[in-house]
């Protein structure tokens, strides 16, 4: 007696699957029909169906229709399939800064709350990585051309209650003119700052392509000296290096990303 259904035949005749292969770009082919071999270089449709263009060694090309197990790979017949498409990129979900990102925001009414920055420089790279914060808090920052002016525009501005002003400053170190001219400056404003010379410094040297920020001799223009050790040509140019090295909180130094927090902190409490 037999065993199994006879109906179903012998194992040599039936019927064995070709695994579906993606034909992916680059992917040598040959031709089970006609022995064509070739690389998938690209696809076309027709009232006929789906048809893959293959590339052989003489740059010829050829269509063949996608059918089931009508192509070898390494001698085993397989079927090739479109590749599927790349999914969608996720949307970006986090600012420059780190934080969650508001989709659709719209600008709200600017506070009464100030940050105040030493110069142009500072106030670029603050909005470079926290603009999409202080946009959503409703922050303005304002360069205040050096910080001898800060006396005097506090006496006009009078902060107090629901008016606060935070002040960044660059080298923020102890004994030095500028610790001096930030002390005492009522409960009301709030000064940080980093320990670095420019601003320039608090981005990375690995951020703009260097080992290290050269050391310049105390006297002379720090960024005049950077761009002539660096080949930089002229500050402005200096600065167009500087300012697109940034894209994010990562380009930082850790020092100037504390302290601008702590200023966007104070002014939204």
Not at 54 to 64: C, I, P, Q, V
Not at 157 to 168: K, S, T
Not at 198 to 216: C, L, N, S, Y
Request: overall charge neutral.
């Amino acid at each position: 007696m037999y065993g199994g259904d006879i109906l179903r035949g012998h194992s040599r005749m039936r019927k064995v699957p070709a695994p579906e292969v993606s034909a992916d770009r680059g992917l040598v082919v040959e031709d089970a029909g006609t022995g064509y071999c070739g690389a998938v270089v690209g696809f076309e449709r027709t009232y006929d169906g789906d048809f893959v263009r293959l590339e052989d060694g003489a740059r010829t090309t050829r269509l063949f229709a996608l059918r089931e197990a009508a192509f070898l790979i390494d001698g085993r017949r397989v079927t090739l399939v479109r590749p599927k498409p790349a999914p969608a990129a996720a949307a970006q979900t986090r600012s420059a800064s780190g934080s969650t990102k508001v989709e659709g925001l719209r600008a709200r009414t600017a506070r009464a709350s100030r940050i105040w920055v030493e110069g142009v420089h500072d106030a670029a790279l603050v909005e470079s990585v926290w603009g999409h914060d202080l946009r959503v808090e409703g922050v303005v920052v304002e360069h205040l051309e050096g910080l001898d002016n800060l006396g005097e525009r506090l006496a006009d501005f009078g902060p107090g209650p629901g008016r606060r002003v935070g002040v960044l400053v660059d080298h923020l170190v102890t004994g030095s003119k500028e610790s001096k001219l930030t002390r005492s400056l009522g409960e009301h404003v709030l000064v940080t700052g980093h320990p670095f010379i420019d601003v320039w410094e608090a981005v990375k040297p690995a951020a703009v392509g260097i080992a290290a920020w050269p050391k310049i001799p105390r006297g002379e223009d720090w960024k005049t000296g950077i761009c002539r050790e660096l080949g930089w040509g002229t500050p402005r140019e200096g600065w167009r290096r500087v300012y697109s090295s940034v894209s994010s909180f990562r380009d930082l130094e850790a020092p100037l990303i504390g302290a601008v927090e702590q200023l966007v902190d104070f002014v939204t409490e």
